[in-house]
């Protein structure tokens, strides 16, 4: 199995501060096969990257993400307070599909 | 407009059968793939089995021979079927539509199933 380690396990952050998360795949993934979730507290998973760099429809363009082989990055280049959340990242490439562990965003 | 909707029991016993329905609208059976994907509660996700589109199906081996998963195209549901169910099975059940890419573009609400001894 794929395991995605992901880092840092939480983040606090100001509000307009630049924040990046790491995700480091067991072995290497296609980035076609590499995308990120955020999730608030009590609803499901919500589709913000796809395929390494692409947003999703309606996502903002603060969002963005980049990486090759077996790292991959998750940036909010402004974080705003509807930001806050559990983010994750997952792989589509290989029985079993995978999510990282998750990355927490509060507020400072 | 694509929907996606989990139905099944609050509580099931120790070392029963969990039977969830996940009833979608707005697209065919036929034409995308639809997934099982767990999350205990403050844990983490994990993919447990898909229904792809042609009808087959795979499983995550850590759900061994425990899990079961299946569909009716004519009423637009797929169904999980997992049991002797333990304590650690207590989660919310997502199922999500899943495109080529391997990404889930859209989930259901999701049924928090607690199991009871």
């Known amino acids: 199995a794929i395991v995605l380690n992901q880092s840092p396990s939480s983040i606090i952050a100001s509000q307009g501060e630049k924040v990046t998360i790491t995700c480091r795949a067991s072995s290497s993934i296609s980035s076609n096969y590499l995308h990120w979730y955020q999730q608030k507290p009590g609803a499901f998973p919500k589709l913000v990257i796809y395929?390494?760099?692409y947003r999703a429809s309606g996502v903002p363009s603060r969002f963005s993400g980049s990486g090759s082989g077996t790292s991959y990055s998750f940036t909010i280049s402004r974080v705003e307070a509807e930001d806050v959340a559990t983010y994750y990242c997952q792989q589509g490439s290989s029985n079993p599909y995978t999510f990282g562990a998750g990355t927490k965003l509060e507020l400072k | 407009q694509v929907q996606l909707k989990e139905t099944g029991p609050d509580l099931v016993q120790l070392t029963q059968t969990l039977s969830i329905t996940c009833t979608v609208s707005g697209f065919s059976l036929t034409t995308y793939n639809v997934h099982w994907v767990r999350q205990p509660p403050g844990k983490g996700l994990e993919w447990m089995g898909a229904?792809?589109?042609?009808?087959?199906?795979d499983y995550n081996s850590a759900f061994k021979s425990r899990l079961s998963i299946s569909r009716d195209t004519s009423k637009s549901q797929v169904f999980l079927k997992m049991n002797s169910l333990q304590t650690d099975d207590t989660a919310k059940y997502f199922c999500?539509?899943?495109?080529?890419?391997?990404?889930?573009?859209?989930w259901g609400q999701g049924v928090m199933v607690t199991v009871s001894s």
């Open positions: 229904m792809w589109n042609g009808g087959g199906t």
């Open positions: 999500a539509r899943r495109k080529g890419s391997g990404y889930f573009d859209y």
């Open positions: 395929s390494t760099s």
